[in-house]
């Protein structure tokens, strides 16, 4: 009798070992929306990078992931738009590409029970999204792409040992731009230059504030500004003219004509995202504790053609520290 009801115990757990198995399978397969702010290199290669540390972590694509992406085209409304349609949908994750998506995200994503991980957001503090003592606001956490500005401006000397002024063309309501700015002007006595600003408010406003720096400079230092970058080309234009060169702050930049840069690697800074995430989505860790990340340092890249357009000599040994020396403009 004994033996009876041990076997009947041992089939009905079998049963239901059996019967968790979809069960199980169910709950790993995760929905997240990603929200990029703009269409440009590096924000494409962290949104790459990110999928890819998923990927790595046990999340893909067609089996166990579903992503839903949306692109704002720089617009902070359609930002918000965007973050809203996701909290609706109930996705179990957001991702926030950029610092006006990640506001957004946060924004939309603050009453509802869906973990918000941000990348390419270069003052995740002066955005709030980050308390003054590196605490996070609330369930939201992520990597920062804060640039290595003074060696950038380290760079520029070298290059240009009589340089006075640097022109950088920012977008007002960017907080990361306006926050970067500052630590320039913190930093630019330091070296020996004088920082000229100059604001814009949309993508319209690129090509006379371009062409009125450009005259006012000795060079132009580009942020990861996103509207700015994606009217990289415009800029460029209005230097080349002036034959004064503009320096990137990652390596995209540098491939579509600036001279040089110190920048990050968006790809990697991307994958470490997608590390947190999975992190967040196997239940590891919750991203309100996950303190935000910060990708340090930075490498040379050189672009030889941007420097022949407008004759600008870029000497054997920062040639040498380069990363990567690129021998023609490739514009995507």
């Known amino acids: 009798m004994r033996r009876k009801v041990m076997a009947m115990v041992m089939a009905a757990m079998t049963m239901a070992a059996a019967m968790a198995v979809p069960a199980m399978a169910d709950e790993e397969s995760v929905t997240i929306g990603i929200s990029q702010f703009a269409e440009h290199g590096s924000l494409d290669n962290c949104r790459e990078g990110f999928l890819e540390g998923l990927k790595e972590a046990g999340f893909e694509e067609g089996k166990n992931l579903t992503v839903e992406y949306q692109n704002s085209q720089a617009d902070t409304g359609s930002a918000a738009t965007i973050a809203d349609s996701f909290v609706n949908k109930k996705v179990d ?10 506001m957004s995200a946060y924004n939309s994503a603050m009453d509802a029970d869906i973990p918000v991980i941000y990348t390419a957001v270069s003052d995740p503090v002066g955005a709030g999204l980050v308390n003054e003592d590196g605490t996070n606001v609330g369930n939201i956490t992520g990597t920062s792409d804060k640039l290595p500005v003074t060696e950038q ?36 006595e330091k070296y020996g230059f004088e920082i000229v600003d100059t604001g814009i408010n949309t993508i319209a406003d690129v090509e006379m504030a371009a062409k009125d720096l450009a005259s006012k400079v000795d060079c132009i230092s580009n942020l990861t500004d ?69 990708c340090e340092g930075g490498n040379v890249y050189v672009n030889t053609e941007a420097a022949g357009n407008i004759d600008f000599t870029i000497s054997d040994d920062v040639l040498n520290e380069a990363a990567e020396v690129y021998e023609t403009i490739t514009v995507e």
Do not use: H, W
């Open 93 to 102: 994750l957001i991702c926030a590409i950029a610092t006006p998506s990640a």
């Open 153 to 188: 401006m380290e760079l520029i000397r070298e290059l240009m040992p009589d340089a006075k002024k640097i022109g950088i063309l920012y977008t007002t309501s960017e907080a990361n731009s306006v926050s970067t700015i500052q630590e320039y002007k913190d930093n630019a």
């Open 226 to 294: 996103n509207t700015v970058v994606s009217a990289l080309q415009t800029v460029l234009a209005a230097a080349n003219d002036a034959k004064i060169p503009v320096f990137g702050s990652e390596v995209e930049q540098v491939k579509n004509g600036c001279v040089a840069a110190v920048g990050i690697d968006y790809v990697a800074l991307g994958k470490q995202t997608g590390e947190m995430a999975a992190k967040v989505l196997k239940g590891e860790a919750t991203a309100a504790e996950t303190p935000f990340e910060i």
